[in-house]
């Protein structure tokens, strides 16, 4: 099973979103991640790019001039050009919309109702449509015209304000945080809206207004709330936590770093009896989440100590033992080498066009019946124009060959 995992198959069976078809302009990360999910499950997943290319293939590591981050966030799609601020280009992305299940576009608020492509146009052309639209403060309220990315999510959420050391700056994510939550909400709200058009037979479709910062705002869990009724406003903490102790991160004797995090009481008492015998794990100051957060210098010193005492394995050993909760600090390197990545087959090996054998993140969660399966990655710019284009419109060679000339395709 889990060797099957790892073995992408061209000609995959029982996807779970065959027969599903799927728009997608948008560039970058949130509203193409959408996309992929949907694609890794079995979607005909049609991106549609500028002619000049989707930013992300120039956006971080390249090989051989190919965009690493374009090729997995595109993977499994179908590739074509159109621009769509052309009446020709309009013209087709309408013909394409009349046979899609879902269209997917994460220009600025008012951009497709600009080009005559806004959601009052496209159901009426097809009133079964489930149309995702990904901006970074959504259609409605004053900040609707405002560019938005994640970065800006992060910031505008709270995210940042909570994250980092007590006297340090709010802190960034180096990757693209908001971005993939906002994208998981944006996969889940599009089913929603599939399963309330097609298993409960309303046949329609809707409207899915999805803001990036909105969905890592409520993963932040109940701050709204503590501060409406408590007045509290949560501040930088580091890697402790308000809540419980001991949670942070300890530095091995080998120079490693593990985290640490006791969120039931009988953890707990494992991981003081581990670190400081009997006396600890039945200290009364440490019996409750509070009073280890009233005494958390001592209860961090202690794991700390404990661990900076001991190399990575044996740390990681004695807590396997004591059943105690613990994970090692891992950089991609230390990922490749982990036997419980490899059982789960979380990177699979494939080919790909441009590079040859390549080693990606598979499709997750994994479905016992009907699982995700990574079928190619993503592809050169255009490559499939003349298959949907031409032999799914009916465009013969001549239009498009006028299409290119005029920089619609």
Same mark, same amino acid.
């Given at each position: 099973?889990?060797?099957?995992?790892?073995?992408?198959?061209?000609?995959?069976?029982?996807?779970? %979103?065959?027969?599903?078809?799927?728009?997608?302009?948008?560039?970058?990360?949130?509203?193409?991640?959408?996309?992929?999910?949907?694609?890794?499950?079995?979607?005909?997943?049609? !991106?549609?790019?500028?002619?000049?290319?989707? &930013?992300?293939?120039?956006?971080?590591?390249?090989?051989?001039?190919?965009? =690493?981050?374009?090729?997995?966030? #595109?993977?499994?799609?179908? =590739?074509?050009? =159109?621009?769509?601020?052309?009446?020709?280009?309009?013209?087709?992305?309408?013909?394409?919309?009349?046979?899609?299940?879902?269209?997917?576009?994460?220009?600025?608020?008012?951009?497709?109702?600009?080009?005559?492509?806004?959601?009052?146009?496209?159901?009426?052309?097809?009133?079964?449509?489930?149309?995702?639209?990904?901006?970074?403060?959504?259609?409605?309220?004053?900040?609707?015209?405002?560019?938005?990315?994640?970065?800006?999510?992060?910031?505008?959420?709270?995210?940042?304000?909570?994250?980092?050391?007590?006297?340090?700056?709010?802190?960034?994510?180096?990757?693209?945080?908001?971005?993939?939550?906002?994208?998981?909400?944006?996969?889940?709200?599009?089913?929603? &809206?599939?399963?309330?058009?097609?298993?409960?037979?309303?046949? *329609?479709? @809707?409207?899915?207004?999805?803001?990036?910062?909105?969905?890592?705002?409520?993963?932040?869990?109940?701050?709204?709330?503590?501060?409406?009724? %408590?007045? @509290?406003?949560?501040?930088?903490?580091?890697?402790?936590? !308000?809540? #419980?102790?001991?949670?942070?991160?300890?530095?091995?004797?080998?120079?490693?770093?593990?985290?640490?995090?006791?969120?039931?009481?009988?953890?707990?008492?494992?991981?003081?009896?581990?670190?400081?015998?009997?006396?600890?794990? #039945?200290?009364?100051?440490?019996?409750?989440?509070?009073?280890?957060?009233?005494?958390?210098?001592?209860?961090?010193?202690?794991?700390?100590?404990?661990?900076?005492?001991?190399?990575?394995?044996?740390?990681?050993?004695?807590?396997?033992?004591?059943? &105690?909760?613990?994970?090692?600090?891992?950089?991609?390197? @230390?990922?490749?080498?982990?036997? @419980?990545?490899?059982?789960?087959?979380?990177?699979?090996?494939?080919?790909? *066009?441009?590079?040859?054998?390549?080693?990606?993140?598979?499709?997750?969660?994994?479905?016992? !019946?009907?699982?995700?399966?990574?079928?190619?990655?993503?592809?050169?710019?255009?490559?499939? #124009?003349?298959?949907?284009?031409?032999?799914?419109?009916?465009?013969?060679?001549?239009? =498009?060959?006028? %299409?290119?000339?005029?920089?619609?395709?």
């Amino acid at each position: 099973m889990n060797n099957e995992r790892q073995k992408p198959q061209t000609m995959p069976e029982a996807m779970p %979103l065959q027969g599903l078809r799927v728009i997608e302009a948008a560039s970058v990360i949130a509203g193409p991640t959408i996309g992929m999910h949907l694609a890794d499950f079995g979607a005909d997943v049609i !991106k549609i790019e500028h002619p000049a290319g989707d &930013a992300l293939r120039a956006t971080g590591a390249q090989k051989d001039g190919v965009g =690493l981050w374009f090729k997995m966030a #595109n993977r499994n799609k179908r =590739l074509i050009t =159109l621009k769509l601020s052309t009446p020709e280009g309009q013209a087709i992305f309408k013909d394409l919309a009349r046979s899609a299940d879902v269209v997917i576009e994460n220009f600025r608020t008012g951009t497709f109702e600009k080009w005559g492509l806004g959601w009052e146009v496209l159901k009426a052309i097809n009133p079964g449509l489930v149309m995702v639209r990904v901006t970074g403060f959504g259609q409605t309220g004053p900040y609707k015209a405002r560019p938005g990315f994640g970065t800006i999510a992060e910031v505008f959420s709270g995210f940042a304000a909570i994250t980092g050391e007590p006297d340090g700056p709010p802190t960034l994510p180096s990757f693209g945080l908001a971005d993939g939550i906002a994208a998981a909400y944006g996969t889940f709200a599009t089913m929603f &809206a599939l399963y309330h058009r097609d298993a409960q037979g309303s046949g *329609e479709g @809707q409207m899915i207004d999805l803001s990036i910062y909105e969905p890592i705002f409520q993963v932040l869990g109940p701050q709204p709330l503590q501060f409406d009724q %408590l007045g @509290q406003v949560q501040q930088r903490w580091g890697n402790r936590s !308000k809540n #419980n102790a001991p949670r942070n991160t300890y530095r091995t004797r080998d120079g490693h770093w593990v985290a640490i995090s006791t969120n039931s009481p009988a953890i707990v008492t494992r991981v003081l009896r581990l670190c400081g015998g009997e006396a600890a794990a #039945n200290d009364p100051r440490f019996a409750t989440p509070q009073g280890r957060v009233e005494h958390i210098d001592e209860v961090d010193g202690l794991v700390a100590d404990w661990v900076l005492g001991r190399d990575l394995d044996d740390v990681l050993a004695q807590f396997e033992r004591a059943e &105690a909760a613990i994970g090692p600090a891992y950089d991609i390197a @230390q990922i490749f080498e982990d036997p @419980q990545y490899k059982a789960r087959g979380d990177i699979v090996d494939m080919e790909d *066009e441009d590079l040859g054998r390549i080693k990606m993140t598979n499709a997750f969660p994994f479905l016992s !019946k009907t699982p995700a399966q990574l079928r190619h990655g993503g592809g050169r710019k255009g490559r499939h #124009n003349e298959e949907v284009l031409g032999g799914e419109l009916g465009l013969d060679a001549d239009a =498009l060959a006028e %299409l290119k000339d005029k920089g619609v395709i």
